[in-house]
């Protein structure tokens, strides 16, 4: 569905693109590989504003699991909790998923309605960026 506009720029139709995620190459593959959350930066609430401005993420960071839910607890949010849904698992995964704060890879690319968009550039300062979208209808 991506169409070329004007060479060597990113464009999007806001109608139809649903989220965003601009980082470098090196936080990408990291985020890909080793199971980190990513923070996005210039959020339009802030979920952990009772927290101290050293206690609060950091937009554009990657973080563990195990500070995503420190983050959280120290924020005052109800803690995990794996019977949330009875008898079906809960993981951590869901639990993160579900807050909506922090954005997982594997929460990320698997989506069933929206497609995903993963794309390479090198800024005019030589830093090599990545961009990945989410597009299409999602009902």
Known sequence: MKRVIRKC???TNSSTSHSTVIMT????????????????PNKWYD???????????VG?????????????????????DPNYYGE???TED???????DFIGYGNWSEDEYLEN???????????EIVVC???GNDY
């Open 47 to 57: 979920p952990f504003e009772k927290l101290s401005e050293d206690q609060k993420p």
């Open 94 to 100: 869901d639990y993160i998923r579900e807050m909506g």
């Open 88 to 90: 079906e698992e809960f």
């Open 60 to 80: 554009g960071c990657l973080y563990t699991q195990e500070e995503v839910l420190q983050f959280y607890k120290l924020a005052g949010y109800e803690e995990y």
């Open 133 to 135: 979208c989410k597009y």
């Open 25 to 40: 190459a090196d936080q990408y593959k990291r985020w890909e590989e080793e199971n980190l959350y990513y923070y996005p």
């Open 117 to 127: 968009d993963t794309n390479y550039y090198t800024t005019p300062g030589g830093e």
């Open 9 to 11: 720029v990113w464009e």
